[in-house]
């Protein structure tokens, strides 16, 4: 069973537009969501954890579990902001991890 | 700040061959994951350990083995490769558990041919 589900491959956005990089999650229980960036030639890294309430780069998500979301907003875009995002979710026994297909941000300058 | 070290970056194999993807941490990091991701997917989780001498299973740990004698080091072997092996494997690291890989290599892509 898919646990997460980003549904957008690819998203173009404008310098200096909202985005928001969609998530919904499929599990039972309380799950920990999490948002991880890729930006070219560089090594994945976490960006975002739900418990937290965090903002980091502009960038925040709210857990959504009557939705089952955790969709990734910032208000403007940057170029900078250009990479590869994934959601990802930890089960409740903290010992299974998944990620979603990963969705590809271009800032269009 | 090495961070977590993977090696090697590229390897191409032969069916039936046998490797291991090496895995070193430097940040005294009991929790130590390994993740392979096929094109256009998601990471999926193969092993990961607690701690040193404590290993589990993921997601698909078929066809793989993991040992962890140190903290430092997590290797992933590879007994007899197969062509569903194709994929970049990344290895992650992390102070505690529940809050998630916050520390990954570059990745090894492997190619079984």
């Known amino acids: 069973a898919q646990r997460v589900t980003q549904p957008e491959k690819l998203l173009s956005v404008f310098k200096g537009a909202p985005v928001e990089l969609k998530c919904n999650y499929s599990y039972s229980g309380s799950p920990e969501l999490f948002w991880y960036v890729q930006y070219s030639r560089q090594r994945l890294q976490l960006l975002l954890r739900h418990i937290s309430r965090e903002s980091i780069k502009g960038f925040t998500a709210d857990l959504n579990k009557g939705e089952t979301s955790f969709h990734l907003k910032k208000p403007f875009a940057q170029e900078e902001d250009s990479a590869m995002y994934y959601c990802?979710?930890?089960?409740?026994?903290?010992?299974?991890?998944?990620f979603g297909t990963g969705t590809s941000l271009t800032v269009i300058p | 700040n090495a961070g977590v070290t993977q090696t090697p970056k590229f390897r191409i194999l032969k069916i039936g061959q046998s490797m291991t993807l090496q895995c070193a941490q430097d940040m005294n990091h009991n929790y130590m994951y390994w993740y392979r991701q096929d094109p256009g997917m998601g990471l999926k989780l193969i092993y990961y350990s607690v701690g040193a001498g404590i290993t589990d299973k993921g997601e698909v740990p078929n066809g793989y083995n993991v040992s962890r004698s140190t903290t430092e080091d997590f290797p992933l072997r590879l007994e007899l490769a197969a062509p569903s092996q194709t994929s970049v494997y990344f290895c992650?690291?992390?102070?505690?558990?529940?809050?998630?890989?916050?520390?990954f290599g570059d990745g090894t892509r492997l190619s079984i041919l």
């Open positions: 990802a979710l930890v089960s409740n026994t903290g010992n299974q991890f998944y």
């Open positions: 992650a690291s992390s102070p505690q558990q529940r809050i998630a890989p916050q520390h």
